[in-house]
């Protein structure tokens, strides 16, 4: 204790530079960097394709570059975008770049102050300042492929390393010696890359995703990459439960980097909210893509790529090479169809309208299920989304049926008399799924709400493909308008006949309300004429 309370505060030399006390053991010495170097260092902060040739001997090819310096534009000190989405081809390289930026990223403590230019206070400030970066994957294999490279990289034996003078190698550890350390492991298990404390002591992780990744929770995140994040079965629950408040302290950026699967899934949703053509899209939000033929005479040959078309499903193309979402060989619903369905101009949720008639469809959970509800105004065709609520995790029985119950009153409004003759009220059904424990042991206690209809289709698989198909034939009609409901959407995009482990609530719920409005309109043709013959 006594040595600690005699420690003298450092001090340090007129280039910054810290001056070891007397008797302290120095392990290794940092020349700091003079003349042309350390312009080149500078210019390298924000100038990420200077960087990578430079000091990585990596000349990115035109899809990596526009990642890149989307990554690395910013506003003041921050980031410009919180959220930079890079659907890619396979074999586009997109691990190499991501790996650049990652490294880039903490090399420079993107996002932080720097230091200011011979002040030796401020270099130990942001010396000082913490800087950690975590790479994830869904697996842990596929979040260590970024530490491969990097690892390929800084012992300059990477494929697509050659320095300025055409020679392998990495001209940074060439030219500041071994000040990055990438072969320990943190806590013994995890992959970990550090930088030298002379040049920020920045720190990149290695994690996956197990558990919805609760195994992040509490750690303050400066930057945070997502590879493949299309394959993530969980990746909403993730991004907002977990992720996003991991930089809430920082401000710093999250990269989502993925190839795409068959079908539309969250990661197509977030990519769609920084898509440039998207006239909704998030502010500080960019989405991009990266073709495989970007990497053609990078990564691959001309040949190699010519070969590979040559036997591919043409229906795949544009997905596996070029970065595009397509619609799966199993999906239920015609996309254009669906999407056609959305309208972003309707509001959210719209008040009752007098004389107006309602049917409000529920698929109510269990345990942690989820209990959804949709409400339609039906009293003309298209049918019109006036409501939308979910409650998923645990729930008390009482919640569950005061959440229908509010939904069901709000649009059931009797009318009231005055002077001149009644006001109109509005009348609204609510249609349950009563299949299985959930709508039995709910059923009781929905009874307090009337009219109240119900739908059971258990025990026969024709009853809930009836159910099914009147909504697939009433979207396919145009029957149909909703406002923009982004998880009924991704539900109704991603939906298979074989559902099992996917998220139907939502559609479910929308589905009880299209099944009673097509079968009790409000507005029948009024004295039918009929004919033998049609």
Not at 84 to 89: C, R, T
Not at 470 to 491: E, F, M, N, V
Request: with cysteine; charged share 25%.
């Amino acid at each position: 204790m006594a040595g600690l309370l005699a420690t003298k505060d450092p001090t340090f030399d007129d280039r910054g530079q810290r001056i070891p006390h007397k008797g302290s053991k120095v392990r290794r010495v940092i020349p700091a960097p003079e003349g042309s170097l350390a312009a080149d260092l500078a210019r390298g902060r924000t100038d990420i394709k200077f960087f990578a040739l430079r000091f990585l001997g990596i000349k990115l090819h035109p899809g990596q570059a526009r990642f890149a310096i989307a990554a690395t534009m910013l506003l003041g000190y921050g980031p410009a975008y919180l959220d930079v989405l890079l659907a890619s081809g396979n074999r586009a390289g997109k691990t190499l770049a991501l790996a650049i930026v990652i490294f880039h990223h903490t090399f420079y403590k993107f996002g932080t102050k720097p230091p200011t230019p011979g002040d030796p206070v401020d270099l130990q400030r942001w010396i000082a300042s913490p800087y950690n970066w975590y790479h994830i994957g869904f697996e842990g294999k596929v979040a260590n492929l970024v530490h491969k490279d990097l690892t390929l990289i800084l012992n300059g034996s990477h494929p697509a390393q050659t320095d300025p003078a055409g020679s392998r190698g990495c001209p940074l550890v060439k030219e500041l010696g071994a000040i990055v350390e990438w072969d320990r492991k943190e806590l013994g298990e995890y992959p970990w890359v550090r930088i030298h404390q002379a040049f920020g002591g920045g720190e990149i992780h290695f994690r996956h995703t197990n558990e919805k990744a609760k195994a992040l929770l509490g750690l303050d995140m400066n930057g945070i990459s997502f590879d493949e994040a299309a394959f993530e079965l969980y990746l909403v629950d993730i991004r907002s439960e977990v992720l996003h408040l991991r930089r809430l302290a920082t401000g710093g950026p999250i990269y989502w980097v993925s190839t795409g699967t068959e079908g539309y899934n969250a990661f197509a949703d977030l990519w769609n909210e920084g898509d440039p053509e998207n006239p909704y899209r998030q502010v500080r939000t960019l989405s991009l893509r990266m073709s495989t033929r970007d990497n053609i005479g990078y990564g691959i040959t001309q040949e190699a790529f010519d070969s590979l078309i040559a036997t591919l499903d043409p229906r795949l193309i544009p997905q596996n090479i070029d970065g595009h979402f397509i619609e799966a060989m199993d999906a239920y619903f015609y996309s254009p169809s669906v999407e056609a369905m959305f309208d972003r101009d309707i509001p959210t949720e719209a008040a009752p309208i007098g004389n107006h008639r309602y049917v409000q469809g529920v698929d109510p959970g269990i345990s942690s299920d989820a209990t959804a509800s949709v409400t339609l105004d039906y009293t003309q065709r298209p049918f019109t989304g006036v409501r939308h609520a979910k409650r998923a995790g645990r729930q008390s029985l009482p919640s569950v049926v005061n959440m229908v119950r509010e939904g069901h009153l709000l649009y059931s409004q009797p009318a009231p008399v005055v002077e001149d003759g009644p006001l109109a009220g509005t009348y609204c059904t609510t249609n349950i799924d009563s299949t299985g424990m959930g709508g039995k042991m709910f059923k009781q206690e929905f009874s307090i709400i009337r009219p109240l209809r119900e739908y059971d289709f258990a025990g026969t698989k024709s009853k809930k493909l009836e159910l099914l198909s009147d909504l697939k034939s009433a979207i396919d009609r145009g029957d149909i308008k909703l406002p923009w409901w982004p998880t009924l959407r991704r539900q109704l995009l991603g939906y298979k006949l074989d559902d099992k482990k996917i998220d139907t609530d939502e559609l479910m719920a929308l589905a009880l309300a299209v099944k009673y409005a097509l079968r009790n309109p409000s507005n029948p043709v009024e004295n039918p004429t009929f004919s033998y013959f049609g």
